[in-house]
């Protein structure tokens, strides 16, 4: 399947030996992954290829599959911190730890697990031993009360099996086990870039970020377009799309925002037709252009941020409508979901605080403040019958400005 090799033997001696870099791997234990038959393996490349990516500045070395978990050699100059921080942007792991190697033999796990547990100011531990393999002398039962009892009697800790400030866990594999402190959750889902690729519609609000990054956990590999209407308002819209897609980059390592001056095509709008209409009219526009540019990169699929019902623009009637102006799928992670359990998860992934910066939208401009929410496709149609509507669209693709996003260094090309 690959030419990793099998950690073992030298590394355990490597990490007994005084003097000698520790070695460390992470381990991360398959989540949806699992539960996938003869094509598992498709799921396990894409996840070797991701962690390769997201961990590119820190030279990892092998990357092996093992049962349900993938175990990635760390170099000894990488912190832990920085192991946890890219582990924890993996989707595809239920949860991850950072592990040690320790030879295969009872007396060795036991001085391994009383280092481990020494000086972390902890009162109570337990030992949590997983046996893959079978042939090892010991179950994981005894294991767990030898080695416990162990660093028991060693630092005078007291063993607490539900909530103990300290877990050491144990893997036993076929040619080593594996001993780390905590367990970690992961990000769960499906490896990026093993369902498609699809491009998120990125306001600088709420919604789109968590619907991106909803869509990521599905396994999209997601490129982003921002629409701005620089230079009628400030370009604060810009940069917050800008700060979020670089912040959900984090997840995939590369990505393309591309920032798309929308004014023009406002002011044409505006210049044309009534205010209820306009709101529709620019959205229509928007996914047409968007679809240009997604089919020029090879995405398969459009994404929003749109739940049912939130604003105008999102009642049933004008989603209908503003949807057949796409080339393309909308896919609408957050379409049943209400504010409050979007900014949940906007906290959660972080993109809550530059989501509520001031800005304006685009979508805002000259626009009542009760536009249509029933158009009729009829009357759209009649409406944009006035425009060029391709030589629109071709002309405000070829003004954008397209962004390569990396992970962890943002570069403009
Ligand atoms: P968000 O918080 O994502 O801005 P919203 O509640 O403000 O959502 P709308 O402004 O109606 O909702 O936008 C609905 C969806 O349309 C957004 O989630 C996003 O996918 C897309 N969208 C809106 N404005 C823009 C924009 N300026 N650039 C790119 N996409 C946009
Ligand atoms: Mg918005």
């Not at 893997?171 to 594996?178: M, Q, R, W």
Request: with cysteine; aromatic share 6%.
């Amino acid at each position: 399947m690959s030419t990793d090799q099998q950690p073992s033997a030298s590394d355990a001696a490597a990490n007994r030996s005084p003097g000698l870099p520790a070695r460390r791997y992470l381990i991360g234990r398959y989540h949806e992954i699992v539960l996938k038959g003869g094509n598992r393996w498709r799921f396990v490349e894409q996840l070797k290829r991701n962690a390769r990516a997201l961990f590119a500045d820190c030279r990892i070395g092998r990357i092996r599959g093992e049962g349900p978990r993938l175990i990635i050699e760390i170099p000894a100059a990488v912190p832990d911190d920085v192991v946890h921080e890219r582990a924890a942007l993996l989707f595809g792991f239920q949860n991850f730890t950072i592990s040690r190697p320790v030879p295969l033999v009872i007396e060795e796990l036991k001085r391994a697990a009383v280092a481990a547990a020494r000086s972390r100011g902890a009162k109570t531990f337990r030992i949590a031993t997983r046996r893959a393999d079978k042939r090892f002398a010991l179950n994981s039962m005894e294991i767990d009360r030898l080695v416990g009892a162990e660093v028991g009697a060693a630092l005078g800790l007291k063993v607490d099996l539900n909530h103990p400030e300290l877990t050491i866990t144990i893997e036993i594999l076929p040619d080593s086990a594996f001993m780390a402190v905590g367990k970690h959750p992961g990000a769960g889902g499906l490896p990026v870039g093993v369902s498609g690729r699809a491009t998120v519609l990125l306001s600088g609000g709420i919604d789109s970020p968590v619907a991106a990054y909803r869509m990521m956990r599905r396994g999209l590999h997601v490129d982003f377009v921002h629409f701005h209407s620089h230079p009628l308002v400030s370009s604060a819209s810009r940069e917050k799309a800008q700060e979020l897609a670089a912040h959900l980059t984090r997840y995939e390592a590369r990505a393309t925002l591309a920032l798309v001056p929308f004014a023009d095509v406002q002011r044409e709008i505006v210049a044309r037709t009534l205010r209820p209409l306009r709101v529709v009219l620019y959205r229509r526009f928007m996914l047409r252009i968007a679809s240009a540019i997604a089919i020029q990169s090879g995405s398969a699929a459009l994404v929003t941020g749109e739940s049912l019902g939130q604003v105008a623009s999102q009642t049933l009637e004008n989603m209908t409508v503003i949807e057949k102006a796409a080339a393309l799928p909308i896919l609408r992670p957050l379409v049943g979901m209400d504010k409050n359990e979007i900014i949940v998860e906007a906290r959660r992934l972080g993109t809550f605080e530059t989501s509520i910066l001031p800005d304006q939208d685009c979508c805002s401009l000259f626009v009542p403040a009760h536009p249509e929410t029933h158009a009729r496709l009829h009357e759209v149609l009649a409406a944009e019958a006035q425009f060029d509507l391709d030589a629109m669209v071709a002309a405000t693709v070829a003004k954008t400005e397209f962004l390569r996003l990396e992970f962890p260094r943002i570069t403009a090309h």
